[in-house]
């Protein structure tokens, strides 16, 4: 159990709908980090938020959107769902967010299985 | 532009010895991580390089040289379990944030 938690496990939705993933890093971790991961790939940076600022863009697509509040959870927002969303959604965090071996460890919720019909 | 190359897929045998190589290419090299994800697992973390050398955990190690552009991990006494996929990242600048994942080697262990 890396600490980090992540709702729902599972979701299932149409094309062109919304949805919300919910993250909860480690007790202390000021760093939250979203990837995404289509079957049988790597993990795609998309976003990095740091004591409730976003810190930096990867690949994110301008439907998806993501913030993190003052108790330093955070939600990926995810918009007019296309069949290609479908993925396994990570969330990460790390102790600190301006460099320093500490932040390349990360540590990784379970992910939400997020399938898109 | 910016990649990373690693074999798609390695079978050893338990008890061996093997070694998952990682070549990359992209500016601002910081530092290479190596992450461990078990099926249906989230990753996790294994290691991370920023100097040229051997670093050792056990019965893992990861080296890098960052004049090749190069670096692998190497898995000592293979275990059933450490049966899994394997990523390397490169870390670029000076912040995890801008962080390159490769596509991950499927290790197989064999009994």
């Known amino acids: 159990d890396s600490g980090v938690t992540q709702t729902p496990k599972h979701l299932i939705t149409a094309t062109g709908q919304r949805v919300t993933l919910r993250c909860s890093p480690r007790s202390g971790d000021l760093s939250v980090y979203w990837y995404q991961q289509s079957l049988d790939q790597g993990l795609q940076f998309l976003i990095q938020y740091y004591n409730g600022e976003e810190r930096a863009k990867g690949n994110i697509l301008e439907r998806f959107s993501a913030q993190q509040f003052p108790d330093l959870h955070s939600e990926l927002n995810l918009s007019s769902l296309e069949l290609g969303d479908s993925a396994l959604y990570f969330c990460a965090s790390s102790v600190v967010g301006s460099g320093g071996r500490e932040e390349y460890e990360q540590f990784f919720g379970p992910g939400t299985r997020l399938t898109v019909l | 532009g910016q990649s990373l190359e690693q074999p798609s897929e390695v079978t050893a045998v338990e008890g061996a010895i093997v070694q998952i190589n990682c070549t990359y290419q992209?500016?601002?090299?910081?530092?290479l991580s190596w992450y461990q994800q078990h099926d249906g697992g989230a990753p996790t973390f294994l290691s991370y390089n920023a100097l040229d050398g051997l670093e050792e955990t056990g019965r893992f190690s990861s080296f890098l040289s960052r004049s090749d552009s190069y670096g692998y991990l190497l898995l000592q006494e293979l275990q059933m379990k450490d049966s899994a996929s394997y990523f390397c990242a490169v870390s670029r600048y000076s912040s995890a944030s801008k962080i390159i994942f490769g596509s991950g080697t499927r290790l197989s262990i064999r009994p």
């Open positions: 992209t500016s601002g090299f910081y530092g």
